[in-house]
């Protein structure tokens, strides 16, 4: 693995994820305003999947951490955090509470892997948490404001991903593999779920109304969702930890919130509360504690 700094073109990958990933918040709500959440996911991960099947062999894994990646990235995360954007989260409070998923890792981690937590990863646990109970204290039912329900299901989707990063690390103990073919495959396995939440939820002949009254704004959401943020997004970033330490490439997800919380003002005019901005300002600290404090403990030692 690489101890040299970034090169440009591995920089530029970087930032293409973080813009991706920063604006895909926006890009879920249009989306929603035509398409049920249910029917959303099923979309996304069949125009993510089906399409490429004949061109991408199965990848070089067991076939249960393709299966149970599918179900919690797929099924789990996006589940939650459709129906929690559906439900009255703001786009630009998601984009930040969807950040805990690196301490629903950490915790996750000891337990199930056996690594053990640092002093400063404890404490950027501690301060993050606390930016938390502020953004939840601050909803309301109004235009525009996050709404409970919203907040605890886009929490829920943080612990998914989360799962999905377990996962994830013990495909890794499998040996090497390619992550094309991995995001593929997996996303295979969420479709039917969301094809049966979908009829469920909304009943078949919504669902049909749906399909057949599907705009271009949805139809490009989807597109977006499956091609951008899944595949070549997923695709990039897994690059970047197989040739770099996770140190040098996780803090990049920092950036993550500040696309998010601009894209949700430009877009859909969300101005979080001062209650809000401060919680922010403790979850985006308690990140930068979380993700950059061994490395000054490393400088000071």
Not at 5 to 17: E, K
Not at 47 to 61: D, G, W
């Given at each position: 693995m690489s101890a040299l700094?970034?090169?440009?073109?591995?920089?530029?990958?970087?930032?293409?994820?973080v813009v991706i990933w920063g604006l895909?918040?926006?890009?879920?709500?249009?989306?929603?305003?035509?398409?049920?959440?249910?029917?959303?996911?099923a979309l996304r991960f069949a125009?993510?999947?089906?399409?490429?099947?004949?061109?991408?062999?199965?990848?070089?894994?067991p076939v249960r951490y393709v299966v149970a990646y599918g179900l919690a990235q797929g099924l789990g995360q996006f589940g939650f955090l459709f129906l929690g954007l559906s439900l009255g989260m703001t786009v630009g409070m998601a984009s930040v509470v969807m950040q805990t998923q690196a301490f629903f890792t950490l915790l996750l981690a000891v337990p199930l892997l056996g690594e053990r937590a640092r002093a400063h990863q404890w404490l950027g646990l501690t301060v993050a948490l606390s930016g938390l109970v502020l953004i939840a204290t601050a909803h309301g039912e109004g235009p525009g404001q996050m709404t409970l329900a919203g907040f605890v299901l886009t929490l829920g989707a943080g612990f998914m991903w989360a799962v999905s990063n377990i996962v994830v690390r013990l495909a890794n103990r499998q040996g090497d593999y390619d992550p094309m073919p991995f995001i593929v495959w997996s996303s295979v396995f969420p479709i039917l779920p969301f094809v049966a939440l979908a009829l469920w939820m909304d009943g078949p002949q919504t669902v049909l109304a749906q399909l057949i009254g599907l705009r271009w704004p949805a139809l490009l959401a989807v597109l977006f969702l499956?091609?951008?943020?899944?595949?070549?997004?997923?695709?990039?970033?897994?690059q970047l930890l197989k040739r770099h330490p996770a140190g040098r490439v996780t803090p990049f997800s920092l950036l993550v919130p500040v696309v998010?919380?601009?894209?949700?003002?430009?877009?859909?005019?969300?101005?979080?509360?001062?209650?809000?901005?401060?919680?922010?300002?403790?979850?985006?600290?308690?990140?930068?504690?979380?993700?950059?404090?061994?490395?000054?403990?490393?400088?000071?030692?």
């Open positions: 700094p970034l090169s440009r073109g591995d920089l530029l990958r970087a930032l293409a994820v895909n918040f926006v890009v879920m709500k249009v989306g929603l305003q035509g398409i049920g959440p249910m029917l959303l996911g125009a993510a999947s089906l399409p490429f099947l004949l061109f991408v062999r199965f990848p070089k894994l499956a091609w951008l943020a899944t595949l070549l997004a997923y695709t990039l970033w897994t998010g919380l601009w894209s949700a003002w430009m877009f859909f005019n969300e101005l979080p509360m001062p209650q809000q901005w401060l919680g922010t300002g403790l979850v985006l600290l308690g990140l930068l504690v979380n993700q950059l404090g061994g490395w000054w403990v490393a400088r000071r030692a």
